[in-house]
C-alpha cells in the first residue's frame, strides 16, 4: 500500500480558479489521481485535487505557519514594489 500525503476529498462548494499547468505536471497530476483512486476508491478529477495539495502543502510549511502564528497582515511584510493580489 502507498503512503499518499492526500487522502479522500471532500465535497466542497468551490472557488473557481483559472490556472495554466506545466505539461509535466499535469501529467503527474493526472498519475496521482489514479493512485489515489485505487487507494481511497474514490475517482476524482485531476483537478479537484490542486486545493487539497496546496492546503496540505501550507499546513505543512513551518515558515508560513510561524508567520500565521505570529499575528502579523501579510501586507505588513509586502516592499512597495511588490504587487498586491486582490
Do not use: C
Amino acid at each position: 500500500m502507498t503512503k499518499l500525503k492526500l487522502g479522500a476529498i471532500p465535497d466542497d462548494k468551490p472557488v473557481k480558479l483559472s490556472i495554466e499547468l506545466p505539461a509535466e505536471i499535469h501529467r503527474d497530476l493526472i498519475a496521482y489521481a489514479d493512485v489515489l483512486a485505487r487507494e481511497t476508491g474514490q475517482k476524482n478529477e485531476p483537478a479537484k485535487l490542486i486545493a487539497p495539495m496546496l492546503a496540505r502543502f501550507m499546513a505543512t510549511d513551518r515558515g508560513f505557519s510561524i508567520f500565521r502564528k505570529s499575528g502579523r497582515s501579510p501586507s505588513s511584510r509586502r516592499s512597495t514594489s511588490e504587487p498586491q493580489i486582490t
